[in-house]
C-alpha cells in the first residue's frame, strides 16, 4: 500500500471555488494540498467569464461610444480584431498559469498537477502528467471543486462536425465568417453579441421562445432586438436536428425539425453544462459518477462529515462569484470545525457557514449590448414560489443619468416585492451599464430592507441609480 503523504485538507480542483477553499484554510493555518489537472485559475480564467469578458469589453465600449455625441463620429469604424485577441490572450495570461503558482507558493499551498480521484474515505490519489502515481490523505477534510464542461448534445452528426463549445468561442484566433450559435441563455447571448462585432455573420438559434430563458421576459426580448439591430440573425421556438461537416475543411450544416438546413463556418453548441464528475472516484464514497455532487447548505456531502463539494460540480448556482462564496463558507466551516470539538460550524442561514445567498439572493451579470442583470427571483418565480408579489417597471431611459450615459438610451427596469413583508425578492436591470446596478439590488434583497428604508437610501444625482428612486415612486403611486 503506497504511503500517503498527510495534509489537513486536500482540495481537488483549482478553478476559482477550488483556489478560494485554499485561501480559506491555509488562512486558518491548515496544511493544504491542491491538486489541478489543467490549468489553476479553471475554466473561469482562461475558457469562460475572463477571455469572454476580455473579447466583450471592446465591443460594448464602442457600442457605448457610438451613443455619445462628440465621440460617435470617432468609433464608427470596425474593431481592431488582432488587437481584440491581444487584449484577451493577456488576460488568460497566454493560458500559463504561473501566477497562480506563484500565489499558491505564497500562502504555503502544496500543489500537485495530475488527474485526482477520491479513493474512499479521506483519500485522493493523484495520476501526474507521467503517469506517476501519488496518495494523499487529509486529515480533516477533502474538497471536491471540479467544476463543470460544456454539454454537446448528442446529434447525428455532430462529433465530426468538430463544433465550438465555449473554450473554442472564448479562444478562437480567428473570425470566422458564419457563425451558427445554438442555444439561447448567457454563453449563446454573449458570444453571439462579441463575434458579431469581431465581424461573424451571427445566426442565433434558440429553441426557447425568447434569449436568456431564466430573466425576466424583457431582458431577452431587448437583448434579441439589439442583436438584430447589429445584423445578427435570432430565431427562437427552432429545434436543431442534426450538425453535420461533410469536408474536414467544408462548411457546417445544421439541420432544423422540418427540414430546412442552414450553413456555417463554426457552429457554438451553446447548450449547458455537466458536472466533471465521471472519473473522479465517487463511486469509492457510495456516490454516482457523472452526477452532480448534492450539499447541504453547509456545502457537505450528506452522510460524509469529511466531504464537501463547491462551484459549478454542486449545482446550486454555476457562477463563479457564488461558487467563490460557497468556497469561503466551506474554508471558514472546516476552519471551525478542525479547531476541535468546541468548533463551531452549524449552518443556520445566513450565518458564516451556511451558503444562503446561493437560493434567496444571487445576482447575474450578462455582458451582451445592452447588459442585463438580475438578483433574486423573477416575478413569475415569485408567485410560482408562492409569495403575494408584485411587480414594478421603469423605462431606465427616462432617467436623467441613463440620458446622459447614452443618446437614446433602451432599458429597462424592474422591482419585484413582497406585498406582505414589503421587501425586495427580485430585481433585473437591463441596459447599456445596467451591469454595475446589480449590486445595491443585491444589498436589498440579501439584507431584507425594508422598502420604507429603501426611501433613504438616495440615489446620487444624476446616475443611472436613480433608477431606484423612480422604481419605489411607482411602487408608492400604484397603491396597495
Ligand atoms: C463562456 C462562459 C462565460 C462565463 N462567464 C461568467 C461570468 O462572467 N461570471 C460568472 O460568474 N460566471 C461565468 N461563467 C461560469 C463560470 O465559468 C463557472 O461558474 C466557474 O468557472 C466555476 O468555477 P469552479 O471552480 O466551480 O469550476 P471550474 O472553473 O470548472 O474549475 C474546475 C477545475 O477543476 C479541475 N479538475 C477537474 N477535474 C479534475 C480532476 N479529476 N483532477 C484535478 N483537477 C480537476 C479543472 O481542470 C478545473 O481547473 C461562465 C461560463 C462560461 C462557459
Ligand atoms: N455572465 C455570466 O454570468 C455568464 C456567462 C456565460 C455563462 N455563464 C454560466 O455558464 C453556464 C452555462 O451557460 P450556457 O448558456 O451554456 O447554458 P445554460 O444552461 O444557461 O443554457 C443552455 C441553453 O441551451 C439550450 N439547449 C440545451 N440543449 C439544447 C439542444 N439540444 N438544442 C438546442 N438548444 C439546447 C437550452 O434551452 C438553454 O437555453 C450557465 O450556468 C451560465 O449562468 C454565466
Given amino acids: 500500500m503506497t504511503q500517503a503523504v498527510e495534509y489537513d485538507v486536500v482540495v481537488l480542483g483549482g478553478g476559482p471555488a477550488g483556489e478560494n477553499v485554499v485561501d480559506r484554510t491555509r488562512a486558518a493555518g491548515l496544511s493544504t494540498a491542491l491538486v489541478e489537472a489543467e490549468l489553476v485559475g479553471g475554466e473561469c480564467s482562461y475558457w469562460a467569464c475572463i477571455p469572454s469578458k476580455a473579447l466583450l469589453r471592446p465591443v460594448l465600449a464602442r457600442a457605448d461610444a457610438r451613443r455619445v455625441p462628440g465621440i460617435a ?22 493560458w500559463k498559469d504561473g501566477g497562480q503558482l506563484d500565489w499558491l507558493a505564497s500562502i504555503g ?9 477520491l479513493a474512499g474515505e479521506r483519500r485522493v490519489a493523484v495520476e501526474g502528467p507521467e503517469g506517476e502515481h501519488l496518495l ?32 473554442e468561442a472564448t479562444s478562437a484566433h480567428r473570425v470566422p465568417p458564419r457563425l451558427l450559435v445554438v442555444g439561447g441563455s448567457v454563453v449563446a447571448a454573449e458570444m453571439a453579441t462579441a463575434w458579431q462585432a469581431l465581424g461573424s455573420q451571427v445566426t442565433v438559434l434558440a429553441r426557447g421562445e425568447r434569449l436568456l430563458p431564466r430573466m425576466e421576459p424583457f431582458a431577452g ?42 450553413e456555417g463556418d ?3 453548441m451553446a447548450t449547458g453544462r455537466a458536472p466533471r464528475t465521471e472519473d473522479i472516484g465517487l463511486e469509492t464514497v457510495g456516490l454516482e459518477p457523472g452526477d452532480w455532487i448534492a450539499v447541504d447548505d453547509g456545502l457537505r456531502v450528506p452522510g460524509q462529515d469529511w466531504l ?4 459549478d460540480v454542486n449545482h446550486r448556482a454555476l457562477l463563479t462569484h457564488q461558487g467563490k462564496y460557497q468556497a469561503r463558507i466551506a474554508g471558514a466551516a472546516i476552519a471551525a470545525r478542525a479547531a476541535g470539538p468546541g468548533g463551531d460550524a452549524a449552518a ?13 439572493a444571487l445576482p447575474q451579470a450578462v455582458f451582451s449590448d445592452p447588459e442585463a442583470a438580475a438578483v433574486g427571483l423573477t416575478l413569475a418565480e415569485a408567485e410560482g414560489s408562492g409569495h403575494r408579489a408584485r411587480a414594478v417597471d421603469y423605462d431606465l431611459g427616462s432617467v436623467s443619468g441613463a440620458g446622459l450615459y447614452a443618446d437614446g438610451y433602451r432599458g429597462r427596469a424592474r422591482m419585484v416585492v413582497d406585498l406582505d413583508r414589503e421587501v425586495l425578492l427580485g430585481a433585473t436591470f437591463v441596459g447599456p451599464g445596467a451591469a454595475e446596478l446589480v449590486h445595491a439590488a443585491t444589498i436589498a434583497v440579501a439584507g431584507e430592507v425594508p422598502i420604507a428604508r429603501l426611501w433613504h437610501a438616495v440615489p446620487a444625482f444624476p446616475t443611472m441609480s436613480e433608477v431606484w428612486l423612480r422604481l419605489l415612486e411607482a411602487y408608492r403611486d400604484a397603491g396597495d
Avoid: C, Q
Wanted: without cysteine.
Fill in 73 to 94: 463620429g470617432a468609433v464608427g469604424g470596425p474593431l481592431d480584431v488582432p488587437a481584440v485577441f491581444d487584449h484577451r490572450d493577456y488576460w488568460t495570461g497566454g
Fill in 348 to 360: 443556520e442561514p445566513w450565518s458564516a457557514y451556511a451558503a444562503t445567498a446561493d437560493t434567496k
Fill in 266 to 268: 463554426e457552429v457554438l
Fill in 109 to 117: 499551498a502544496h500543489m500537485y498537477r495530475g488527474h485526482g480521484r
Fill in 308 to 311: 464537501y463539494a463547491v462551484g
Fill in 136 to 167: 494523499l490523505a487529509a486529515r480533516h477534510a477533502v474538497v471536491v471543486a471540479t467544476g463543470s464542461r460544456a454539454v454537446v448534445p448528442p446529434l447525428p452528426g455532430i462529433a465530426g462536425a468538430r463544433p465550438w463549445t465555449s473554450r
Fill in 221 to 262: 426580448e431587448l437583448v434579441a432586438e439589439a442583436l438584430r439591430e447589429a445584423g445578427a440573425v435570432v430565431r427562437t421556438g427552432v429545434s436543431v436536428e442534426a450538425v453535420v461537416r461533410e469536408e474536414a475543411h467544408g462548411p457546417v450544416r445544421v439541420v432544423l425539425e422540418g427540414g430546412e438546413i442552414l
